[in-house]
């Protein structure tokens, strides 16, 4: 009788494992535990990508998730010149914004969004109120953006990009620009609390080039079935080519999630103003109230936002 050979063992999908382990790995909230605060990481920003105003979170809900809503910012920048005479200028910005953006499998996020701007751009001469003050209203520039996650441990990176089609009123259109850059994110505590990071490059009209970098914390306060409280602050820096320092403001508010409804109450002061002339200032003034002014005759007098949103998540 001959003795039977031993059977072989049945080989192992390893490049069905490999290829799982690797899906996973790009898919940073695949296996994430289960936590309450999971649904803050849907909160819009400004761009309505996932994220807090202008900070861009690298986290993308690891379901299907689509968000639509309306923000009002306003935008409140003061300005001091000397030159060869003296004059101040206030502008302020209203925007009534609508946006809409989409998230899917923890990788991918895109936004789009359509501001109505009503702005108000006055000029005083040695005390004495110009005559020629600028209102301007109309729908602006449409913005689009997007990004791209990817999960390394507990830090989540997201290269993304943003930019203006000119598609505004030509009294309102926003002088063209794209900004580039990568979002980090490292949260802990099963995601009540989170880093952020963004450094990114900016392109604009005339030549205009820029170092863009954020840096802050959230922290979900509240966090049951049907209710998410999560607060915010972080600085938001820009310097400019040739400038010798940078414009920095400190943004701070609050996100909540009931049921399907998303609220966002926030407040912007600038802290360093380099006097740069920006791009709203640039389109505005005319020759005959710019004579002599440059950078170098500006003297900043105050420059801060609010913002107010409401919105829907599924």
């Known amino acids: 009788m001959h003795d039977r050979a031993p059977a072989r063992p049945t080989p192992r999908p390893r490049a069905a494992w490999l290829a799982l382990a690797a899906a996973l790995a ?17 909160f819009p920003g400004t761009l309505g990508l996932t994220g807090m105003r202008d900070m861009v979170d690298a986290r993308v809900p690891a379901v299907l998730s689509i968000r639509a809503g309306a923000r009002y910012d306003v935008t409140v920048l003061e300005h001091k010149f000397r030159s060869a005479f003296r004059a101040a200028r206030n502008q302020q910005s209203h925007e009534f914004t609508l946006y809409g953006g989409a998230s899917a499998l923890g990788l991918l996020d895109a936004s789009v969004r359509l501001p109505f701007v009503y702005r108000r751009d006055g000029i005083e001469f040695d005390g004495q109120p110009s005559p020629r003050a600028r209102y301007d209203q109309g729908w602006g520039d449409l913005d689009v953006a997007a990004k791209v996650a990817w999960g390394l441990g507990p830090v989540v990176l997201s290269p993304f990009a943003f930019g203006k089609l000119p598609s505004g009123e030509p009294d309102v259109g926003d002088f063209a620009r794209f900004e580039y850059g990568v979002a980090a994110t490292f949260d802990f505590l099963n995601r009540y609390l989170a880093v952020h990071a963004n450094l990114a490059g900016v392109q604009a009209e005339e030549g ?34 040739g400038s010798i320092d940078s414009d920095f403001d400190v943004d701070f508010g609050v996100q909540a999630l009931l049921g399907l409804l998303t609220f966002e109450l926030g407040m912007s ?18 020759p005959a109230d710019g004579v002599g002014i440059f950078e170098r005759h500006i003297t900043p007098a105050g420059h801060w936002s609010l913002v107010a949103g409401v919105g829907v998540m599924f």
Do not use: K, N
């Open 26 to 42: 790009l898919a940073p909230g695949a296996l994430a535990e289960e936590s309450d605060a999971e649904p803050a990481i849907g």
């Open 208 to 241: 205009r080039q820029a170092i863009r970098y954020r840096l802050g914390a959230s922290a979900v306060v509240w966090a049951d079935e049907g209710f998410v409280v999560r607060v915010y602050g972080y600085g938001d820096g820009i310097e400019y080519e």
């Open 269 to 286: 002061v600038r802290l360093v103003d380099t006097g740069q002339i920006d791009d709203a200032l640039r389109g505005a003034r005319s």
